[in-house]
């Protein structure tokens, strides 16, 4: 099983990168590769509860129903903490499945091998 980290740093600022991510990490972990999707920059608001329930870019499946697929076939969310704090969002508020972490989590990730991408 491969290792993939998918950095998701964009939200409703460019919802097509937002849902092409989620495509990806999707198919990724549909292949059964140990699949993290790390929320930073303006892509940690994905992590609030509702905010991503109005996103459908045409061509896709809603991004609400893209995050929460991801979540229930084993895919793993990680929220950039700094980016979550500096955005005022609320820990209390989180979707099922996200959890805040410091980018040391991240690089340790990718320092075990694991492939990277950005949208």
């Given at each position: ?13 460019d ?6 991510g ?18 930073s ?6 992590a609030v ?16 129903e ?15 903490s ?25 690089v ?12």
């Open positions: 099983m491969s290792k993939i980290l998918i950095s998701v740093t964009n939200s409703k600022n919802t097509d990168r937002a849902t092409v989620f495509v990806v990490a999707n198919a990724s972990v549909a292949s059964e590769q140990e699949t993290v999707v790390f929320l920059i303006e892509g940690a608001r994905l509860k509702g905010y991503a329930d109005d996103i459908h870019e045409a061509g896709f499946k809603p991004l609400g893209l995050i929460a697929s991801f979540v229930e076939a084993g895919g793993i969310i990680w929220v950039c700094p980016c979550f704090k500096k955005r005022g969002l609320d820990e209390n508020n989180l979707i099922p499945g996200a959890v805040i972490v410091g980018g040391a989590k991240a340790e990730f990718l320092s075990q091998g694991a492939a990277s991408m950005t949208y």
